[in-house]
């Protein structure tokens, strides 16, 4: 019988959090919000939709998350000017004053993480859970 892929990368995703809240709570946000967060950081301008397309979760996740934020002053949400309907997400002048600090925590963590493999390693193991992550997107 093989190992269980599955039981490991639940298991590794649950440590990962456990450390992870280590690494994002100094900031004032939790480890379902960093998601968001940093997507936005990389995106600035979306709408709450094309939110939950970049971190592939259901809306109803996405709207908690992004009134979190919004609560905590981290982002904000104007009316589109374009489409009155919509409103875009931007992040605050809080939350830019905290992105380089947390995008550096964050690779930190990352290299901490992985820093006993070789980068052929790490390309391996990054490709393989590339690849069984867009399994779950189709």
């Not at 990368?9 to 709570?25: C, Y």
Request: net charge neutral.
């Amino acid at each position: 019988m093989k190992p269980s892929i599955g039981r490991i990368i639940s298991l590794l995703s649950r440590e990962i959090a456990m450390e992870l809240k280590d690494v994002v709570e100094p900031f004032g946000i939790t480890v379902g919000e960093e998601l968001y967060f940093m997507a936005l950081a990389h995106e600035d301008g979306i709408t709450q939709d094309r939110l939950t397309e970049l971190v592939s979760v259901d809306k109803s996740a996405t709207a908690r998350a992004v009134k979190a934020l919004e609560n905590k002053g981290l982002i904000r949400r104007d009316i589109d000017q374009k489409d009155k309907r919509n409103k875009k997400l931007y992040l605050t002048e809080a939350g830019h004053e905290i992105y380089p600090k947390l995008s550096k925590a964050l690779a930190s963590f990352n290299e901490k993480l992985t820093s006993e493999w070789t980068d052929e390693q790490y390309n391996q193991v990054y490709h393989s859970l590339e690849i069984l992550q867009q399994r779950f997107q189709k």
